[in-house]
């Protein structure tokens, strides 16, 4: 049964950074392609940034470009959201997603999220 377990979220102020960290379980992930959304209070869902497990290949929300950064460490299964720059309405709870397919419309597999609160 796979298990994603999310860690990093915090409280800081705007300008700061997080390191978010998801600890994937229960299989092998090659092939996978790994992400991460969030969801702040009153709005929907939204996609953040995706990665390939096999192949590296990324992408990016429009709205985190330039400021996240997501990785994998094979060895360790653990996915990474690297987030500089942080604004306010980067608040929201941050999922950890995994899907078997190259590019998913929706993902199998959801971590429970890890709550990253940024002051102005």
């Known amino acids: 049964q796979v298990q994603l377990v999310e860690s990093g979220g915090g409280f800081v102020q705007a300008g700061g950074s997080l390191r978010l960290s998801c600890t994937a379980s229960?299989?092998?992930?090659?092939?996978?392609?790994m992400g991460w959304f969030r969801q702040a209070p009153g709005k929907e869902r939204e996609f953040v940034a995706r990665?390939?497990?096999?192949?590296?290949?990324?992408s990016y929300a429009d709205s985190v470009k330039g400021r996240f950064t997501i990785s994998m460490d094979n060895a360790k299964s653990t996915l990474y959201l690297q987030m500089n720059t942080l604004k306010p309405e980067d608040t929201a709870l941050y999922y950890c997603?995994?899907?078997?397919?190259?590019?998913?419309?929706?993902?199998?597999?959801w971590g429970r999220g890890t709550q990253v609160t940024v002051s102005s």
């Open positions: 997603v995994a899907d078997p397919s190259p590019s998913p419309a929706r993902y199998d597999y």
């Open positions: 229960g299989r092998t992930f090659s092939g996978y392609t």
């Open positions: 990665i390939s497990w096999s192949f590296g290949v990324i």
